[in-house]
């Protein structure tokens, strides 16, 4: 009972975005994929969780709490959710950007604790070697690693991933899901990451949830969720899954014309 | 030591040298500022040079020079280091709540609100507060000024409108007060509209220890708030969405500080006339040397505002020798190559 969310609606002017959503216990320690087609609702559910867009009904519940009656500084500290890569040309070196999230973030600490803390970010993420860069130079996907670790940095309770890997090269995706695995089975965090990529979400996420049209369409362990008449429904496609040599089943994927 | 230490005490290193570096830099720019208010103080169309100054500031045997030194040149010296702060603090916030490098009190409308104003006064002899004695064309040039400020305010309130929509209705305001402003210029009699031009070219001239006071106020009251909200300022360079999700209330404080920033641009074009630039281009110059984070970024732009607007001041007494040229004039002609040299050594590097 980690986190849970019932008869959430949501709307923005006319258009329903969430439509009576709901969603049981999602557990911790383990990533759980939120997978849905464009426009589904997938960032709007998570500005609702972290409380960035207040929800007109429905009820989200954190180990028994409701969310929405947590102060809202301290909701903040639980909940960091990292939005989708957006473009900026903040002239701050990466080492200042992990440090302004640091100093947004936590209780006062002395300096060196919170430099040593930034250089472990860093590490962990591999980027140890941008450290004095200007975020402004960076490339996409660069700037996608030092916001991931701006949310880690925070080491909240629940850490929401707006596509987290979606402008990553092909290594950097394993690198970056397989370090997830582990800081969030580490830190026994919650942790939701919503995700195109079905087969890295299959291969990484134990849990699974599938939002379509403002509704969950399906929950549960990604083996059994994640099935061919769910991808047809979902996302208009034909799934096959097919052995591969590494252990992990892998995804063929057809559009249905 | 393992490679993985030494990294992170290269990392270290270099961000507290980094550090280091910058306090350098505010402290070399407090230096520019201190030289540049003495000169200041030294020159002007009477000839009393700085070892006069310099005694008379001590011990003033003569009471011509002890007139000309704390009634004319201190105020005007002043003044000018205290409005280039505050136009430069201005500009400098709202470039970072509009995440727009183009933002100024100048092209979002306020200056022109104020110059509308004080037309108001000289063209039509109308004024708000009529009991406002002396201060009748700086009152009314606060209130407009405020007025655009508040209309900006309001905009940003209403629902979905984002930091574009209200920049374009800060330039928006610019070019219906400008019209307004054009229209007073052109009904107006003569004197009235030499007097008018005299106000909108910006001048030092008016200043008193009075103004100088409040213009004190108005600034620290204002620092000190936006020092109190640095890593939230610095994190709205993010982009909204990203502050929000590092935890800061973005609506409120755009909120607030469109209205602290109306605050110090209104009482400073108020006091001096629309002086237009140093609110532009200090903060750049200042971004430039010390990066965006607020600890250095903040004081640096109003330490650059101030230098700049102080040497404006010297150099509008020393071009054309016994006269003083408004200080609208000579602001640019400052600031323009300071901010090209910057540009091209440090992208060079």
């Known amino acids: 009972m980690a986190l849970s969310m019932s008869n959430i609606n949501l709307s923005y002017g006319k258009k329903t975005v969430l439509n009576n959503l709901n969603i049981a216990s999602i557990n911790r320690g383990v990533l759980t994929a939120l997978i849905g087609a464009n426009g589904t609702g997938k960032s709007s559910l998570f500005r609702l969780i972290a409380g960035i867009t207040k929800n007109r009904s429905g009820k989200i519940m954190l180990e028994g709490q409701d969310l929405d009656r947590m102060p809202s500084q301290q909701r903040c500290l639980a909940v960091c959710y990292v939005p989708q890569l957006t473009d900026y040309h903040i002239r701050l070196t990466v080492f200042e950007g992990l440090m302004l999230a640091l100093n947004l973030a936590s209780a006062p600490m002395n300096q060196q604790s919170k430099e040593q803390k930034v250089s472990d970010i860093m590490q962990l993420l591999n980027i140890s070697d941008l450290a004095n860069q200007f975020l402004a130079d960076l490339s996409g996907g660069q700037k996608q690693l030092v916001a991931i670790g701006q949310g880690l940095i925070r080491n909240p309770d629940v850490l929401l991933l707006d596509e987290p890997t979606s402008a990553l090269d092909l290594s950097r ?85 | ?126 004024a708000v507060l009529p009991v406002a004695g002396v201060y009748i064309v700086s009152v009314n040039a606060f209130l407009f000024a405020m007025l655009s400020a508040l209309v900006l305010f309001a905009i940003s309130k209403m629902r979905g409108v984002g930091y574009q929509t209200l920049v374009l209705a800060g330039i928006a305001l610019m070019f219906s007060f400008n019209a307004l402003l054009a229209f007073l210029q052109y009904i ?124 404006a001041s010297v150099l509008s007494k020393l071009v054309i020798s016994g006269a003083v040229l408004p200080i609208g004039i000579t602001t640019s002609l400052i600031g323009i190559p300071c901010f090209f040299i910057l540009i091209f050594t440090i992208r060079q590097k």
């Open chain 1, 173 to 257: 995706q394993l690198q970056v899901m397989m370090l997830l695995a582990d800081y969030v089975k580490q830190h026994n965090m919650l942790c939701i990451i919503a995700i195109h990529d079905l087969n890295l979400a299959s291969r990484f996420c134990p849990q699974m949830i599938a939002l379509h049209q403002g509704a969950c369409l399906a929950q549960g362990p990604t083996p059994t969720t994640l099935n061919s008449q769910l991808a047809e429904q979902m996302f208009n496609i034909r799934l096959n899954k097919v052995a591969s040599n590494s252990g992990y089943d892998l995804l063929d994927a057809q559009y249905i014309a």
């Open chain 2, 1 to 126: 030591m393992s490679s993985a230490q030494l990294v992170i005490t290269q990392q270290r290193f270099f961000y507290r040298r980094q550090r280091f570096i910058k306090s350098l830099i505010l402290l070399a720019l407090s230096v520019l500022l201190v030289i540049s208010f003495i000169w200041d103080l030294s020159s002007g169309p009477s000839s009393y040079g700085l070892l006069e100054v310099g005694a008379c500031l001590v011990d003033c045997p003569d009471p011509k020079l002890n007139l000309i030194l704390w009634q004319i040149r201190m105020p005007i010296a002043l003044i000018a280091i205290l409005v280039g702060a505050m136009l430069a603090c201005a500009g400098a916030q709202m470039q970072t709540i509009l995440n727009n490098p183009l933002a100024d009190p100048f092209t979002l409308g306020i200056s022109a609100a104020a110059a509308f104003g004080a037309a108001l006064t000289f063209v039509l002899d109308w």
């Open chain 2, 188 to 311: 107006a009699s003569e004197d009235a509209l030499q007097q008018l031009v005299f106000w909108t070219l910006g001048s030092l001239a008016r200043a008193s220890f009075e103004k100088v006071m409040i213009c004190l106020v108005v600034l620290l009251s204002v620092f000190l708030f936006f020092f109190r909200y640095r890593d939230q300022l610095t994190a709205l360079r993010f982009g909204d969405e990203q502050a929000r999700s590092m935890g800061v209330n973005v609506d409120r404080l755009r909120l607030f500080s469109l209205l602290a920033c109306a605050l110090l641009a209104s009482v400073a074009v108020a006091f001096v006339g629309t002086i237009g630039f140093v609110g532009l281009v200090a903060p750049h110059i200042a971004r430039l040397l010390l990066g965006e984070d607020q600890r250095f970024f903040l004081p640096g732009s109003i330490l650059v505002g101030a230098s700049l607007l102080s040497l």
